[in-house]
């Protein structure tokens, strides 16, 4: 039998001899390292999560034209800026897009004004399925606008008195649409001072094929902040504007940070206390089994000797821990994320190292103690038994 | 065998002395003992609680260095060596043989007495375990090989002690009130066993005892009075 295999049977059954107390060492390993798994499961799960959750509160950035800017005034004398309507080439903004790599849902607008009657409207192309995916929040009485038909938001449609149904013919500087509502359309925001109809159809109307004016993006949070993305979509479109939706971007990221550091700080307190209560434990068994540590060392067995037998306990019961840990805590991930986010949680097996990791660290630095003990044990009074 | 093997005592101490105490309050324990153990004697030490046997003891099996004097085992002088070199001294040379046996009691009886072969060889071989399995059915136990110490009586937990104490053959075999926690009859037993293993092995025994019929049986006594050797 060799060192190695006799050493092995030795703790296995030192600890087989000790069940109650080896299973509550095992506990609160498994207990501490499957915390730690969990929500680092969870944290790294939920950026995805929340950037799903906040999908639901439309796009987190918007690109505009650069305007041509005129400063207006003299010397001392300001009278601000004045801008002339300037557009984005619809064909640019896609292939930006498409070279930044970015995981984006779009959606283009082309906002115009066109003669109606007496007066001019503010009408906006879009294309309605995106509009759909982009703003579940709108309310629409009516349906979704086929060829040649329109929604008018609901202030306009209050204060012209327009129903679904009603027919609108439209004078834009290119052509003339004769256009049939087929819905109100309420986002409680300037929206509803709008009319919408097709984007390719205001295109034409006012002479602007290919134009827009704003472009909506919701870009699915990755590893690089918002800002980072934005910053990367600038360079290529030089000629436009890229912002953030700051009350969306902002409220997901700073969310998301603070949920972080609420979970590193309770998992900070889970060990603590997990490793208190190996200290605590391991003291425990070393003082019961003094008598045992002192023979070994009356029967020749060196201090490190004797001490690496405590130390193969301790590794033990971390890896075994660590194991337990890793099982138990993507668990209780899953359920974390069924219940909160209403998702499944990734299987990250990487989280299994340091789950792992943290029970051996646990098991070994609650050990320190009992293991200076251990090495400083006078075999004489050890088995006298003082 | 050359002259010197033969001429070198077992264990010889000279003008040992032991104080324990600190702040400048010491309490002399042992005054100044000399002894001189040869191969294969059957010595009984012994004397009022008190007297300074433990230490002595102690002191004999490497566990205690003296305040002064010297401890030569087998011709070397222990009082320079390190610790690490005492402890590999002490797992070669000297077997112990408590009053409470202590025998880990998560392992069995053969388990037990191939501690110290572990510890002193880091390997066991096949010879090994005859030679427990062997020293086992010396002392009674054939049939209690694999017997863990909480199925074992008083004294067939101390005949495994025994047993454990001569695993690596040791020279000499310390054995500390050996029968104290035993009754009459199996004191009897165990004492007669250490005596035939004296006999047949040439294994030198320092047994302490308050016992003064056990120590009658023994080939030579020694009486300590106030941490002085007396007689």
């Known amino acids: 039998m060799h060192r190695r ?8 059954r030192a600890l087989a001899h000790r069940k109650g107390r080896t299973l509550l060492l095992l506990a609160v390993l498994a207990m501490a390292s499957s915390l730690a798994t969990a929500l680092g499961i969870v944290s790294s799960s939920m950026g995805k999560r929340v950037a799903e959750e906040v999908r639901k509160y439309g796009a987190n950035l918007i690109v505009i034209p650069e305007s041509a800017r005129l400063d207006v005034g003299s010397g001392g004398l300001n009278f601000g800026v ?4 300037a557009y984005l080439p619809q064909r640019q903004v896609e292939d930006a897009l498409n070279k930044s790599g970015l995981k984006v849902e779009r959606s283009f607008h082309l906002r115009g004004a066109m003669h109606w009657k007496d007066s001019d409207l503010m009408v906006e192309g879009v294309n309605f399925a995106d509009i759909r995916r982009l703003f579940p929040w709108w309310q629409l009485k009516g349906r979704w606008p086929a060829a040649g038909e329109t929604v008018v938001g609901s202030d306009l449609a209050t204060r012209l008195k327009l129903k679904p149904g009603d027919t609108l013919e439209l004078d834009g500087k290119a052509q003339t649409l004769r256009l049939r509502i087929s819905g109100i359309v309420s986002s409680g925001g300037e929206e509803d001072g709008l009319l919408f109809l097709a984007l390719p159809e205001l295109q034409q109307a006012l002479g602007l094929d290919g134009q827009l004016t704003l472009v909506r993006l ?5 590893k690089d902040s918002l800002k980072k993305n934005a910053a990367e979509l600038q360079l290529l479109l030089p000629s436009a504007k890229v912002n953030e939706v700051r009350q969306t971007a902002r409220t997901s990221e700073g969310l998301l940070a603070k949920v972080k550091l609420l979970m590193i700080m309770v998992t900070a307190v889970v060990l603590v206390s997990a490793g208190s209560s190996v200290a605590g434990t391991m003291s425990t068994t070393v003082l019961e089994r003094g008598k045992e540590i002192g023979l070994m060392k009356a029967m020749g067995g060196t201090r490190w000797e004797v001490m690496l037998i405590f130390c193969g306990e301790a590794a033990m019961l971390g890896v075994l821990g660590g194991v337990a840990g890793y099982l ?20 990250i097996p990487w989280f299994s190292g340091i789950s792992l990791g943290v029970s051996l660290f646990l098991a070994l630095l609650g050990s320190v103690g009992p293991m200076i003990a251990v090495f400083k044990l006078d075999p004489v009074r050890s088995l006298r038994g003082e | 065998m050359s002259e010197h093997t033969i001429h070198t005592p077992i264990l010889q101490l000279t003008d040992v002395r032991k104080e324990y105490g600190s702040d400048g309050i010491t309490t002399e324990v042992l005054h100044g003992i000399s002894l001189t153990m040869e191969q294969g004697e059957f010595t009984a030490l012994i004397g009022p609680s008190g007297s300074g046997k433990s230490t002595l003891l102690n002191i004999i099996g490497l566990l205690e260095q003296p305040t002064g004097g010297s401890l030569l085992m087998q011709g070397r002088e222990t009082g320079t060596m390190p610790e690490e070199e005492l402890t590999r001294l002490r797992g070669k040379s000297i077997g112990f043989v408590f009053q409470f046996h202590h025998l880990i009691p998560a392992f069995t009886a053969l388990e037990n007495v191939m501690l110290p072969l572990m510890l002193e060889e880091g390997r066991l071989t096949p010879e090994q375990r005859e030679r427990a399995v062997w020293l086992l059915t010396r002392v009674g136990l054939a049939d209690r090989v694999d017997f863990k110490p909480g199925k074992l009586s008083g004294g067939q937990q101390q005949r495994v002690a025994i047993a454990r104490a001569l695993a690596v053959n040791p020279p000499l075999v310390l054995a500390d009130e050996p029968t104290g926690n035993l009754d009459t009859a199996a004191a009897d037993g165990i004492f007669k066993l250490l005596y035939e293993i004296n006999r047949e092995s040439g294994t030198t025994f320092l047994i302490v005892t308050h016992d003064p019929r056990l120590a009658k049986r023994c080939s030579r006594v020694v009486e300590l009075v106030d941490g002085r050797v007396v007689s």
């Open chain 1, 328 to 347: 138990f805590g993507s668990v209780i991930a899953q359920f974390i994320t069924r219940t909160v986010f209403s998702a499944s949680a990734e299987f």
């Open chain 1, 82 to 85: 004045v801008s002339e309507p």
């Open chain 1, 5 to 12: 295999r006799w050493l092995l049977q030795l703790i296995l």
């Open chain 1, 218 to 222: 919701m870009v699915t949070a990755g």
